[in-house]
């Protein structure tokens, strides 16, 4: 398996902690203790793991959170701006969508949003933010 | 793409070229824009090798969509509207870059 | 209007570079089509029956007249000389190729245009009020809350993969031109005194189950406009049915759930977060609203304007009240005499953007009944630009009047109608300009029931809306067209009901003949349209129709 991180580093490892896992379809009804959790994504086209992420860090969760399931590099940037601290990705997924893919999904995705979302691991820092500093 | 069923009678396998989206038939060996030029399927094991075709195709990123539809026995012409449609082209008058008759 | 900043600059530049890769990806086939298909939608980009077709984001349909050139040059150069204005306030190029798309992008970006968001299962383009900032009646401006939640949605982390597309639409005087409540979220804008409060309606929309929105909350401020929005995206993205296309907008949600219990879930979701976070959200508006609070025109004496012919004709239909004296709305008709209703060419797009130079301050808008409008004429200028015009076949003076047919492009381009609408709004055309004709003649106002055609059951052409709305379906592979009656998109919005059996293209233009001669016979002196069906019923238009006897007493 391949670890995409936030910084864009991204490697592979037969031996990655994944703690506790959870289906992506519903938050889970109680605040996991778990340092580690993983949300697995039931399709690429199936963003409520986005959703469950974002209500973990509204509800307080600070522990990792690491994205699992079939998903696309362009959609690494959706995973971290909700919350997701990591990416999961198989060896036949990174063989078929290209490791390079990968490696520059941060880089090549648009970074910078208009607001980032409460919890957002992502690079962006705002628009609205920027505008409106001072 | 909805995935159609194979038809029982005579029929071609039709898809859109990847890259510029124009429709296309397959004649057997490659794909034309003319059904003039498509490959007729009249029994059910010619009608397997254009679905096998059809994935083989898709699957080096040729064309978009590829399905088999079917065909009147005896014109020849496709049984379905859309079909007809998507041969005969648009069947209006499309504007053009001139002003309108005042 | 709003003009970008450098950030806007950059981040639909940005997008625009992200779709290029995207397309690369795609033909080196490390993007599968379907993993491709969704990336693509959500960049306007549809494989129709015979090509790509790129629908192009015309923000809530507001457009400088440099935008409307760019758009003219896409068309002559991208697409074969012509582009359709939908009923979304956005254009569709209906024959790009998908190696030029990535062109035609940084084309738009440089224009300060984009493609983001105008498909997909995501928040689509949010529409409004063609006449916002124009309208006599309006009282908050909605064009800043557009713009907000535009900067808001576009690109959103978490709202992107949506168990199906999701449409919002802002009104902000109390007539409703943008169909407000046939939205997934539709908002009515009111004043307050900083910044405006709104009227939030959730669950309304089209397609094959058509729902008029129910109110969610009145009255809410400002500052809980966004916090609303975030919880009430998050509830639908968690539990909106995936399981069924056809049942996965929010409105099926609201029905299955209860409006209560969707509310509940809101209001639960919302009190685990800090408002805290959208704090900055209330500067961004004043900063976007200040754009809008300069009206491009001062007031100047109003001069009255009469004319004979069909210049009279033009200057009741297509110009309106205009809130700054002097000024006036009008509205270019892009359903002469059968033509196809929103098309237009790259010669006629640049001759709107040369009129919209010359008497609109530079500002064009779309209408959601597909055609154009330049919101801040003189009043002075009306005959002259009314002359230009009509040299330029574009002044037909139709608007509100039953020939001003709302048409989806069907089965002549697109891949999931089930018949063609395009020859049947022409047919009709043809004869209710004649009717219209007469009837303005005789001395009669004409003030026609709405006509709206679609060509599937998606309801892009807004049937169900429509007082005589026209579904096009496909019946033992031969096109069949059902009539409906009574809809309405105002602030009255209702769905139409079925007439009875269905009809052959040829015999539609007939049928429709029939139910406005009924309304005529059996109207009350100045009854619209819906008025007298609701009085009347069905079974009055329904003979009128089926039976060869039409008449009933009044």
């Known amino acids: 398996m391949w670890l995409l991180e936030t910084d864009g580093s991204f490697t592979r490892d037969d031996d990655i902690a994944t703690g506790l896992e959870i289906p992506g379809e519903a938050p889970p009804a109680e605040r996991p203790a778990d340092p580690v959790v993983t949300i ?34 362009d959609q690494a940037r959706h995973a971290f701006q909700s919350g997701f601290d990591a990416v ?33 691991r992502g690079p962006e820092r705002g628009i609205w933010a920027a505008r409106h500093a001072d | 793409m909805a995935k159609q069923r194979v038809p029982k009678g005579p029929s071609v396998l039709t898809a859109n070229d990847l890259l510029t989206g124009t429709i296309v038939y397959w004649t057997g060996d490659d794909w034309s824009a003319s059904m003039h030029d498509a490959l007729r399927a009249d029994d059910e094991a010619s009608r397997a090798a254009l679905e096998a075709a059809a994935r083989t195709e898709e699957d080096a990123n040729r064309v978009v969509g590829a399905y088999l539809f079917a065909l009147d026995p005896e014109t020849g012409a496709p049984v379905a509207l859309r079909e007809r449609q998507r041969l005969g082209g648009p069947s209006i008058i499309l504007p053009i870059s001139t002003p309108r008759a005042a | ?84 204005f939908t009923t979304r306030q956005n254009i569709q190029y209906n024959w790009t190729e998908l190696k030029d798309v990535p062109d035609m992008l940084d084309i738009l970006a440089e224009a300060g245009m984009h493609a983001i968001q105008t498909s997909g299962n995501c928040i689509r383009n949010v529409t409004t009020d063609a006449f916002a900032g124009a309208a006599g009646d309006e009282e908050v401006d909605p064009r800043a809350t557009c713009e907000l939640l535009r900067q808001w949605s576009s690109l959103h982390p978490e709202f992107a993969f949506l168990p199906r597309k999701f449409k919002i639409a802002v009104i902000g005087a109390a007539e409703d031109r943008a169909a407000m409540k046939f939205h997934d979220i539709g908002l009515r804008a009111k004043p307050d005194v900083q910044r405006p409060r709104y009227d939030i309606w959730v669950g309304g929309g089209q397609g094959r189950t058509p729902r ?58 919302m009190a685990e977060r800090d408002p805290a976070a959208f704090a900055v959200a209330g500067k961004e508006y004043d900063r976007i609203a200040a754009f809008f609070d300069r009206g491009p025109v001062a007031p100047i004496d109003d001069v009255p304007v009469a004319g004979e012919g069909a210049f009279a004709e033009w200057l009741d239909q297509n110009v309106s009240a205009h809130k700054v004296p002097g000024h006036a709305v009008v509205t270019i008709s892009l359903k002469a005499k059968g033509a196809i209703p929103g098309d237009a060419t790259g010669e006629e797009m640049r001759l709107v953007a040369d009129l919209a130079d010359d008497y609109s301050a530079g500002e064009i808008r779309v209408t959601h009944r597909q ?173 009128a129709v089926y039976e060869e006897a039409p008449r009933v007493a009044a």
């Open chain 3, 1 to 84: 209007m709003y003009q970008y900043d450098g950030h806007d600059q950059a981040f639909v530049a940005a997008r625009a570079a992200e779709f290029r890769d995207q397309v690369a990806r795609r033909l080196a086939g490390q993007l599968s089509e379907d993993e491709f298909k969704p990336l693509r939608l959500k960049n306007g980009l549809y494989l129709q029956l015979h090509a790509y077709m790129l629908r192009v984001a015309i923000p809530y349909g507001v457009l400088s007249s440099g935008q409307m050139r760019t758009l003219a040059h896409l068309a002559d150069n991208y697409d074969r000389g012509y582009g359709h």
């Open chain 1, 40 to 73: 697995r994504f039931g399709g690429a086209m199936d963003g409520r793991g986005f959703s469950t992420a974002n209500r973990l860090r509204a509800e307080g969760y600070d522990g990792r959170l690491i994205a699992a399931g079939p998903l696309m590099p």
């Open chain 3, 212 to 269: 008029v929105a129910q109110l969610f909350e009145a009255d809410v401020p400002f500052e809980r406009l966004l916090p609303t929005l975030d919880a009430m995206m998050r509830v639908y993205n968690l539990h909106g049915r995936r399981d069924n296309k056809y049942k996965a907008r929010i409105k099926i949600l609201v029905a299955e759930m209860g409006l209560d219990a969707y509310r509940d879930e809101v209001y639960a979701d």
């Open chain 1, 88 to 120: 999961l990705v198989s060896d036949a997924q990174v063989q078929r969508q290209g490791e390079d893919a990968w490696r520059n999904a941060i880089h090549r995705s648009v970074q910078e949003l208009y607001m980032p979302e409460p919890g957002s």
């Open chain 3, 371 to 543: 055609n154009l409008v330049l919101p801040f004429v003189p009043q002075s200028a009306l005959a002259t630009l009314y002359g230009r015009l009509v040299e330029a076949g574009l002044a037909t003076g139709n608007v509100g009047l039953t020939s001003d047919i709302i048409s989806c492009p069907g089965l002549d381009y697109c891949a999931l109608a089930t018949a063609r609408s395009i020859p049947i709004a022409q047919a009709l055309s043809d004869r209710l300009r004649e009717r219209e004709a007469k009837a303005r003649a005789a001395g009669v106002t004409v003030k026609g029931p709405t006509l709206n055609i679609s060509g599937c059951i998606n309801a892009c052409g807004h049937h169900h809306a429509a007082n005589i709305g026209i579904l096009g379906l496909t019946k033992a592979e031969e096109e069949s067209y059902q009539i409906t009656l009574g809809g309405r998109a105002d602030g009255g919005a209702a769905v139409g009901e079925i007439l009875g059996p269905g009809f052959t293209a040829e015999e539609v233009p007939d049928a429709v003949e029939k139910i406005i001669e009924a309304w005529e016979a059996n109207r009350l002196e100045g009854e619209s349209f819906t008025d007298a069906y609701q009085r009347l019923g069905k079974a009055v238009f329904k003979a």
